[in-house]
């Protein structure tokens, strides 16, 4: 999936000029991500590579992306990217709306999305090296790889430490809410520039990417309604069971826990943009 879009670019201009925008857009790209800039420079590099800012470590690879990524034989148990881990049970959580704050519109779709992928590891539950395809040929032995040796104060065999702040856990009423409609609800593939329910958030941009309808806020000072990484990301839910909240009856947008986080980024917390000024917050909320 690419961040960027040029809507309708190749239906209007020339292929010369398509391309001779496309290389500039690479070129841009190359040059505003530095080598450092990477994953592998962030807590999320947790095999052998030299990098790693975190203190855990396992032994057995010096890949990346496997603790996370596979090329063939994801998980798509829900709509995240070539996942390589279990996906936990949506029912093992308690979610936020259980707190009971009279304040909250929004409806709550079960853990689910990009959020319950980043809670295969942060709920504290399963090894991190528990993955579905460990490297190398077939999956013999894959089980004794995942078993393998981890190093680092911050976890106890492999799974983040009980206590930590980052063991986010399995009772979510003290986390802020991820699978809840955006807005109070309102934005839906059939009107996908509503109002929102709730007036004190700021208005989404849309896109139909493919056949997806896709929402995001847009951060930038004068909002260019294009996606990018640094956009607060909404993600789809289809309606349905197990996927949209009970009585939803198509697509529509919810805050999860990538909307606020890129777990690729060198940024502070992993947040898609600085939060001075608490301007993650206010990305969303008009307070
Ligand atoms: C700690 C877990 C983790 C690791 C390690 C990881 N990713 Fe990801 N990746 C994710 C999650 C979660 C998403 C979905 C995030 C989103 O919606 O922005 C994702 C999305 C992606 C995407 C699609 C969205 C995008 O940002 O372009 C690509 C491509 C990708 N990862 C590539 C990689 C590669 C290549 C590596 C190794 C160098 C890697 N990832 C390592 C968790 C990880
Ligand atoms: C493969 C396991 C794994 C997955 C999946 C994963 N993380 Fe992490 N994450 C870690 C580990 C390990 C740490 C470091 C924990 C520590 O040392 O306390 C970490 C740290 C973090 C931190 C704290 C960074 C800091 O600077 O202190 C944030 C924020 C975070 N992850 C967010 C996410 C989000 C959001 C997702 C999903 C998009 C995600 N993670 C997916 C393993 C994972
Ligand atoms: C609405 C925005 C938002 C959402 C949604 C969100 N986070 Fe965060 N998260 C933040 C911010 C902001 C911080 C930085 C807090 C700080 O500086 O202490 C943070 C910090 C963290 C940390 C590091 C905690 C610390 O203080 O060291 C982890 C781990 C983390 N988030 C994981 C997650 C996971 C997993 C999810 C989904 C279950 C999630 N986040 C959802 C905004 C969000
Ligand atoms: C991606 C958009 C987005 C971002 C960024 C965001 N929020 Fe939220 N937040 C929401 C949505 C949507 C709700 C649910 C509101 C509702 O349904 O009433 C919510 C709910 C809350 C609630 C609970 C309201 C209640 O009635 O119980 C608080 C408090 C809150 N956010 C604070 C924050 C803070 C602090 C930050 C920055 C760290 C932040 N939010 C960042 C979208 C966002």
């Known amino acids: 999936m690419g961040w960027r879009h040029w809507p309708a670019m190749a239906g209007k201009r020339g292929l010369a000029t398509l391309l001779a925008g496309i290389i500039v857009a690479v070129a841009g790209v190359a040059t505003s991500l530095p ?24 032994s057995g690879t010096a890949e990346i992306c496997v603790f996370c990524h596979t090329p063939h034989g994801a998980d798509t148990s829900a709509a995240v990217p070539l996942w390589n881990r279990t996906l936990p049970l949506p029912a ?30 942060h709920d504290g539950v399963t090894s991190m090296s528990a993955v579905i395809n460990a490297p190398g040929s077939g999956t013999a032995g894959d089980a004794t ?88 990301m909404l993600y789809t ?25 890129d777990p690729h980024t060198t940024n502070g917390t992993f947040l898609r943009i600085s939060n001075a000024g608490s301007a993650v917050c206010l990305a969303c909320h008009i307070k």
């Open 237 to 261: 839910r289809a309606a349905g069971v197990g996927s949209g909240y009970t009585g939803q009856t198509e697509a529509e947008p919810f805050v999860e826990c990538a909307s606020c986080h």
């Open 35 to 58: 080598a450092s800039a990477q994953i592998k420079n962030t807590k999320h590099n947790l095999g052998t590579t030299a990098g790693s800012t975190g203190v855990n470590q396992f």
């Open 145 to 232: 790889w995942a078993a393998g040796t981890w190093s680092g104060a911050n976890q106890t065999g492999g799974k983040i430490g009980a206590g930590l702040i980052t063991n986010i856990g399995v009772d979510l009423r003290n986390d802020h809410p991820i699978g809840i409609q955006y807005g109070g609800g309102g934005l839906k593939a059939s009107t996908p520039a509503a109002a929102t329910t709730d007036t004190d958030f700021k208005t989404a941009s849309n896109a139909l990417i493919g056949t997806t309808r896709v929402w995001w806020v847009d951060t930038e000072a004068a909002p260019n309604g294009t996606r990018q990484k640094t956009d607060m």
């Open 92 to 121: 093992s959580f308690t979610t936020y709306d259980s707190l009971g704050t009279s304040s909250l519109d929004g409806k709550t779709a079960p853990v689910g999305s990009v959020s319950i992928a980043c809670l295969s590891c």
